[in-house]
C-alpha cells in the first residue's frame, strides 16, 4: 500500500529509498515530496493548495536534480503560492508593439533586406529595388514618389488603386508589375502587424479600376510571333535593357538558333566544338526517348560572338546558399530569363515571353526560300511524327547548317545591317570540322 511519511531530507535518506511494489511518497513538509516509482525512480514534486484546488508540481527527477537543486525550486514554488500566484501558470508571452509608425521608405528598406536579399537571384533583387526604392537620379521615374514619408498604417485600398489606375495610363505592364512587386511587401507588414489591412489586394483595387489590370506575365496563349518590325525593335532596344549582358546575349541567342530557353541558358563552354553546339541529350525534352539522340545546332559567326570565349557555363549566375559558404556557380534560371522582359515592360511590345523568340524564328523559317520543313523541324529537335521516328534517323546537319545560315541572312536583312556591331553584315560563316555534317 503506498505511504507517505514526513522527514527532513538528506541525500544519504534519498539514495538509500528502495522502490516497492506500488508506488508511495516521502514529504519533508509543507508539499516538498519526493515519489518512489515501482521501477525504482525517484521524483521531486511540490503539492499545494490554491484558489480551493490541489495542485501538484513536478520539480524533476532524482539523481539528475539533486536536493539542493530540488529544494531551490520548491522554495522559489512555494513563495509564488503564497503571493496567491500558481507557479504552474504560464507567462503571458511578450507581444512587441506594432510599428505603425513606419514610412513606406522605412519598410520598404525592412522588407528588402529580410525577404529579398540573399533570396532571390541579383537581376530580381534589382527589379524589385528599383521599383521600390528611390534612386534620386533625376529624370528617373518613382511611382511611389509621394509616398515615400507616408506612414504605412495609412495607406488606403483607394489610394492605392488611384496610383495604379495613374501607372496604367502609361504603362499597364508598368501597372502590373507595381501590382506584383507592391503587393508581397504589405502582405509582409500585413503578416507583422504593421498595417490593417493590404491596400494591394487584387480584388480590392479592381474594383476601382476602369480597366481592370490583371496580372500576367506573357500571354496565356501560345501564338505570340513577332513581326519584321518587331524583331527590329526587340534587337535594338535590348541593348538599352535592364539587365546583365549574359541575359540580353542569352535573349538573342535564342531568337539566331531557335532553341528553347532553358536549353540556351544551360550552354556550357564544353559543349561547343568550332562552329556546331552539340547539346547532350539529357538537358532536352527528348531525355527519355530512346529513339533520339544528342541535338546539333550550327552557330552562325554571330552567335559565337555572343557566346564569347568564356569557359564553364556561358550564361552563369552566383547563387548564394543558406546558413553563408561560398556561393555557388549555376546557370541563370529561365524565371530571371522571363522577369527581365517583364521589368522592362516588354521592351515597349505588346507582351511575350522568352519562348516566343523560338516559335518566331520557326515561322519566319516556313517563308524562306532554301528551308524545308524537315531542316525547320530538326533545329526545334521536335519529335518526328509517325513512321519516321522509327525508320528516319538522318540528322539532317548539312540542312540545318544551311537552314540557321539562311534565317542569320534574314535578320541581317531586317535589322539593315550587322547584327553584333563587330563582325561586319556580309561575314563568312568559319569552315566547320570535316566530318560535322551528314
Known amino acids: 500500500m503506498a505511504r507517505s511519511k514526513s522527514t527532513m531530507f538528506t541525500d544519504t535518506m534519498i539514495r538509500k529509498l528502495k522502490p516497492e511494489a506500488a508506488k508511495y511518497t516521502r514529504s519533508e513538509g509543507n508539499g516538498f515530496t519526493i515519489r518512489v516509482l515501482p521501477s525504482g525512480g525517484k521524483v521531486w514534486f511540490y503539492l499545494y493548495g490554491l484558489d480551493g484546488k490541489r495542485w501538484e508540481m513536478s520539480l524533476g527527477t532524482y539523481p539528475q536534480v539533486s536536493l539542493e537543486e ?27 508593439a506594432p510599428k505603425h509608425d513606419l514610412t513606406f521608405d522605412e519598410l520598404a528598406r525592412e522588407y528588402i533586406t529580410n525577404n529579398v536579399e540573399g533570396q532571390l537571384v541579383d537581376i530580381s533583387v534589382y527589379g524589385i529595388k528599383r521599383i521600390l526604392l528611390s534612386t534620386g537620379k533625376p529624370g528617373t521615374l518613382d511611382d511611389f514618389k509621394t509616398w515615400r514619408t507616408r506612414k504605412v498604417a495609412g495607406i488606403t485600398t483607394e489610394e492605392a488603386a488611384k496610383l495604379v489606375k495613374d501607372v496604367s495610363a502609361r504603362s499597364a505592364a508598368a501597372a502590373r508589375n507595381l501590382i506584383r512587386t507592391a503587393r508581397p511587401m504589405f502582405s509582409y507588414a500585413l503578416a507583422r502587424g504593421m498595417i490593417p489591412t493590404n491596400p494591394f489586394i487584387l480584388g480590392s483595387v479592381k474594383s476601382f479600376l476602369s480597366k481592370p489590370v490583371q496580372v500576367r506575365l506573357v500571354p496565356g496563349v501560345r501564338s505570340r510571333t513577332f513581326s519584321e518590325d518587331e524583331i527590329k525593335h526587340f534587337w535594338k532596344e535590348l541593348s538599352r535593357a535592364t539587365g546583365s549582358v549574359e541575359i540580353r546575349n ?74 553563408g559558404g561560398a ?18 515592360n516588354y521592351l515597349g511590345l505588346p507582351p511575350w515571353g522568352p519562348h516566343d523568340l523560338r516559335r518566331t524564328c520557326r515561322t519566319f523559317m516556313s517563308d524562306i526560300d532554301g528551308i524545308s520543313a524537315s531542316a525547320a523541324e530538326a533545329i526545334l529537335n521536335h519529335a518526328r511524327e509517325g513512321t519516321k521516328k522509327n525508320y528516319d534517323h538522318h540528322r539532317y546537319l548539312r540542312q540545318i547548317e544551311t537552314a540557321l545560315t539562311l534565317w542569320r541572312d534574314k535578320l541581317v536583312e531586317i535589322m539593315g545591317g550587322p547584327l553584333v556591331p563587330e563582325l561586319p553584315d556580309n561575314v563568312i560563316p568559319l569552315r566547320r570540322k570535316a566530318g560535322a555534317a551528314e
Do not use: C
Open 327 to 344: 556561393a555557388e556557380l549555376r546557370p541563370i534560371s529561365t524565371n530571371a530569363l522571363g522577369h527581365v522582359v517583364f521589368v522592362n
Open 70 to 96: 530540488a529544494r531551490d525550486q520548491f522554495e522559489a514554488a512555494r513563495k509564488k503560492v503564497k503571493a496567491g500566484v500558481n507557479p504552474q501558470a504560464v507567462p503571458e508571452p511578450v507581444v512587441e
Open 250 to 323: 542569352a535573349l538573342r541567342l535564342i531568337l539566331l538558333t531557335g532553341q528553347r530557353p532553358g536549353e540556351v541558358l544551360g550552354l556550357h563552354s564544353d559543349e561547343i566544338d568550332g562552329n556546331w553546339w552539340t547539346l547532350p541529350k539529357a538537358r532536352t525534352k527528348a531525355r527519355y526517348d530512346k529513339n533520339r539522340m544528342d541535338h546539333k545546332v550550327f552557330l552562325v559567326p554571330e552567335a559565337l560572338a555572343l557566346i564569347g570565349d568564356k569557359k564553364g557555363y556561358i550564361f552563369e549566375s552566383r547563387v548564394k546558399k543558406r546558413g
